[in-house]
């Protein structure tokens, strides 16, 4: 266990005309090895509870374990905050817009520097983390964040992040803003990060199609409570409960129930666009004698430009 | 917006927010002189009534009021120990080394921590009761004559109305800037004071950055809505005095010659002597 | 009758001396009155730069914009045609001047002299448009992205212009404030006849267009209705854009020797074509 959140209440502006109940008791286990979505409309209160796993808002009433930290509103013992926060990275939302240091190099030093690593730790793990999102090294550490674009911009200040070796990476709408080939580079990038740098990554989307492309388990956010945490494939059994809540579910499942109700069979389980295509081809080859191989359907049909492609060539046109 | 913060504006439908901008401007303006010319106890304990009746028409509740002195309460405490060492006169109550602290200097500064509570939860009354649109208004109405002498009354205004806008937008961007940093392991609470003033760089650059980032895209808003298309440019809203609004004058003219009287009447020394003692006590 | 009109139009950033941007390149295009035009393309496309070109925020270097008639180059008449083209941009929070909210609406009816009792009433009018009457006399700090972008909507059409073009002002928001927001644009364009051109990221969005334009390195590489553009899915990857969800299911399937047709647009068509074959 990575992170367990106890009873989680938070108020903002208390007692005020603009007090505002953000979370009402929240429990949560996060799991080593999540690949957690967490979605829900603005407001829900998904942005309030992150901010709490690695210490930026203080606990008023409940408790957080993350490791072998505790949180609690008591003054004393005063956590150790520099350590929670090696623990935990948080990718906000337009990280971009936070760099402020001259070159590439100095601002993703810039965590690991706050850390109190040595100067040899430091080099190696800027490097690594450049590297990690798709830049090279050589040719970007002397260039002035500014000059970059968006895109590049982006993954720097991820760099920024991932330099710390946070064992839990947390990204706030990593796509935001993006065109869709940023999106793609984004996605991909973060799948590489789960692999080879956080094994436990919690990511907040709006775009309920591209959350079910990534994550295993998700959590929904509603009027300050955990509406549902289930495994991504489970969670669509309440689809009724969500579309009340005002959330959106996957074209796929909403294609599958248009299906089904003209009266075809599909099988159960549908969630991602290659679920439903995978269904639809059984199905069509059971109708017309056909034998279609299912395999030969692409893992993510979302991107097939990008999908054949390797990291490198993802980033190539940079 | 995490915290409800000093000069924001309160709504509440009362008396005191229903009453034209200009009359508090004119009114807040008057008061702020007037509290510079309180010389004596009794003044600022009348000062103080009228205040505290002001707070209470308003409905804004006292505790948001005297919150509003949380943000100077250093340079309060600032003040105080300043005025305490070097306002010396009369009978020294207390000698060690350089320090010499007089019973003039503790009714000096006693005064000034007065003054400066007064003047402060005052102004913020103001913001408290009237949005910035009104009060650009009024200040744009109230410097009209000097549109005469090319004065651009109406860019200033908007430049005020602007500024007063963006505040909270600019706050909340410092706290997400603030938050994005120290996750990233800045340290901003701890260390000397230069420490702190260059830990404030990776914020204060991001800060600027996007502050320009606005002023941008605004000015094009501005632009795209037609700012400075005629010199007959119209208004929605027109500033109307009501019959509270006279009361006001009349109350405020009222204030300001009792306060006036006060301070140049010798009459009230010796109950002012008696309250000085009763603080002092305390 | 075209509401807008380019005319070999190229436009440069002059970064430095040496650094010269060529953003828009010869761009000829014509905007008929009443259609709902949206113009998509990757980041440094062009895209922002024609928007700021179509009310003359930006002076084209050559060729000529006009705008019903009307030269944006003319100095004069530069705000007869910033009040029929009403721009809303990105960021919601950028867009408005007052505190309150129907001051910030009546912003742009006053810089145009409108007579007091009108703006009254075009306050009430625009609020209504986009839904928001009720909060006419509240802050906008509260809200939320789409109710601020819907109310910069209706700051811009309170000086009622012929023309509301939107410049990615759906990028910010959630997929709620972005179906409010493109759903308020839409019945301007259907109830009051207003030209609509939105600049998006968000094919879904472009597909509910009359017409969509395309555009790639300050050019504009495909123009047409949405169907036969999302039909050249090949050459929207060379554009480095994509195709809507429902159409890249399509292509997939014909891939794998399904045919459905590959100018699938949305649900509903693949569900049609799907029916028969299943």
Same mark, same amino acid.
């Given at each position: 266990m990575s992170i367990v959140v106890k009873n989680l209440q938070f108020t903002y502006s208390a007692n005020s005309p603009y007090e505002t109940r953000a979370l009402k008791d929240v429990n949560l286990t996060i799991n080593e090895g999540d690949f957690l979505g967490i979605v829900g409309h603005t407001g829900s209160g998904k942005s309030t509870f992150i901010q709490h796993l690695n210490g930026l808002i203080r606990v008023q009433e409940g408790e957080i374990e993350v490791f072998d930290i505790k949180l609690t509103n008591a003054k004393k013992p005063k956590p150790d905050l520099r350590k929670l926060r090696s623990h935990v990275g948080m990718v906000f939302q337009y990280p971009e817009y936070q760099l402020f240091e001259e070159t590439v190099y100095k601002d993703v030093a810039f965590g690991p520097k706050n850390l109190g690593l040595s100067q040899e730790e430091i080099n190696d793990r800027v490097k690594e983390a450049i590297e990690l999102v798709g830049l090279d090294y050589e040719k970007y550490k002397d260039r002035a964040p500014f000059e970059l674009s968006g895109g590049q911009k982006r993954r720097v200040a991820i760099a920024g #992040? #991932?330099?710390?070796? &946070?064992k839990v990476l947390i990204l706030d709408e990593p796509t935001a803003g993006l065109d869709p080939s940023g999106k793609e580079q984004i996605l991909s990038l973060i799948k590489n990060l789960k692999e080879k740098c956080s094994p436990t990554i919690i990511v907040i989307s709006h775009d309920i199609d591209e959350i079910t492309r990534f994550a295993n388990r998700l959590v929904v956010f509603n009027d300050g409570k955990v509406a549902f945490d289930e495994p991504m494939k489970e969670l669509f059994k309440h689809q009724q409960e969500l579309v009340e809540m005002g959330l959106d579910i996957p074209l796929a499942i909403k294609i599958a129930n248009e299906l089904k109700a003209k009266g075809i069979k599909l099988g159960e389980n549908i969630v991602t666009m290659s679920d439903l295509l995978r269904e639809i081809v059984i199905a069509y080859n059971k109708k017309n004698g056909t034998n279609i191989d299912v395999s030969k359907i692409r893992k993510s049909v979302f991107n097939f430009d990008f999908s054949n492609s390797n990291q490198e060539e993802v980033f190539k046109d940079e | 917006m995490n915290n409800f913060s000093f000069g924001q504006y309160y709504p509440t439908n009362s008396l005191v927010?229903? =009453?034209? &901008?200009? !009359?508090?401007? #004119?009114f807040t303006f008057v008061y702020m002189i007037i509290v510079f010319l309180i010389k004596s106890y009794m003044g600022y304990l009348f000062t103080a009534v009228l205040l505290a009746s002001i707070i209470f028409t308003s409905k804004v509740p006292f505790r948001v009021v005297i919150r509003s002195i949380r943000a100077v309460l250093f340079l309060l405490f600032f003040t105080l120990i300043i005025n305490l060492l070097f306002y010396n006169e009369g009978k020294t109550v207390f000698e060690w080394n350089f320090i010499h602290i007089t019973m003039g200097g503790i009714d000096y500064s006693i005064k000034m /921590? *007065?003054?400066l +509570?007064? /003047?402060?939860?005052?102004? $913020?009354?103001? +913001? *408290? !009761? +009237? !949005? $910035?649109t009104e009060l650009t208004d009024a200040l744009e109405a109230l410097l009209k004559p000097l549109t005469y002498i090319k004065v651009p009354v109406h860019d200033l205004a908007i430049i005020m109305s602007i500024a007063l806008r963006f505040i909270p937008t600019l706050m909340?961007? +410092?706290?997400? #800037?603030m938050n994005a940093q120290k996750a990233r392991g800045a340290n901003l609470d701890t260390g000397s004071f230069f420490e702190r003033i260059k830990a404030m760089l990776p914020i204060l650059i991001p800060l600027f950055v996007s502050a320009f980032r606005r002023a941008d895209e605004l000015a094009d808003a501005l632009d795209a809505r037609c700012y400075n298309a005629t010199d007959k440019r119209t208004k929605m809203k027109k500033l109307k005095f009501g019959l509270t609004d006279y009361l006001s004058f009349v109350g405020t003219i009222v204030f300001a010659v009792l306060v006036c009287l006060d301070a140049y009447m010798a009459g009230g020394a010796y109950i002012d002597g008696l309250i000085f003692s009763v603080i002092m006590g305390a | 009758m075209s509401a807008i009109e380019l005319k070999n139009v190229s436009f440069s950033y002059v970064l430095s001396e040496t650094e010269i941007v060529r953003a828009v390149r010869n761009v000829s295009l014509e905007i008929e009155e009443g259609s709902f035009v949206a113009i998509v393309g990757h980041n440094g496309s062009g895209k922002s730069t024609l928007a700021k070109l179509l009310n003359g925020l930006l002076i084209p270097d050559k060729g000529t914009v006009k705008v019903f008639g009307i030269d944006t180059k003319e100095k004069s008449t530069i705000y007869e045609v910033r009040k029929n083209v009403g721009m809303v941009f990105q960021n919601p929070d950028n867009q408005m001047v007052a505190s309150i909210i129907e001051d910030d609406i009546a912003f742009g009816p006053e810089n145009l002299g409108v007579k007091r009792e009108e703006i009254v009433e075009r306050v009430d009018w625009a609020l209504s448009q986009v839904g928001m009457l009720e909060h006419k006399k509240g802050t906008p700090f509260k809200l939320s992205g789409g109710q601020k972008q819907r /109310?910069?909507?209706a700051g811009i059409i309170?000086?009622? &212009?012929?023309? /509301?073009? =939107?410049?990615e002002s759906t990028a910010m928001l959630d997929p709620q404030g972005r179906a409010e927001v493109m759903r308020v644009a839409h019945e301007l364009n259907k109830k009051e006849g207003m030209t609509v051109i939105c600049i998006t990221h968000y094919m879904e969005e472009a597909l509910e267009a009359d017409r969509l334009i395309v555009m790639s390195d300050g050019k504009v590489v495909l123009d047409n209705i949405p169907k036969l553009v999302f039909a050249q899915s090949k050459e929207l990857l060379d554009y480095k854009l994509t195709v809507p969800l429902a159409t890249q299911a399509a292509i997939e399937l014909e891939n794998l020797g399904i045919s459905v047709g590959k100018d699938v647009m949305n649900k509903e068509e693949l569900v049609e074509r799907l029916c028969p074959l299943l």
């Open positions: #992040i #991932i330099a710390m070796k &946070p | 927010h229903r =009453l034209d &901008p200009r !009359t508090k401007l #004119i /921590l *007065f003054r +509570t007064l /003047l402060v939860m005052g102004a $913020s009354m103001l +913001t *408290f !009761t +009237t !949005t $910035s909340e961007e +410092t706290q997400k #800037i | /109310l910069a909507i309170a000086m009622k &212009p012929k023309v /509301l073009v =939107l410049d």
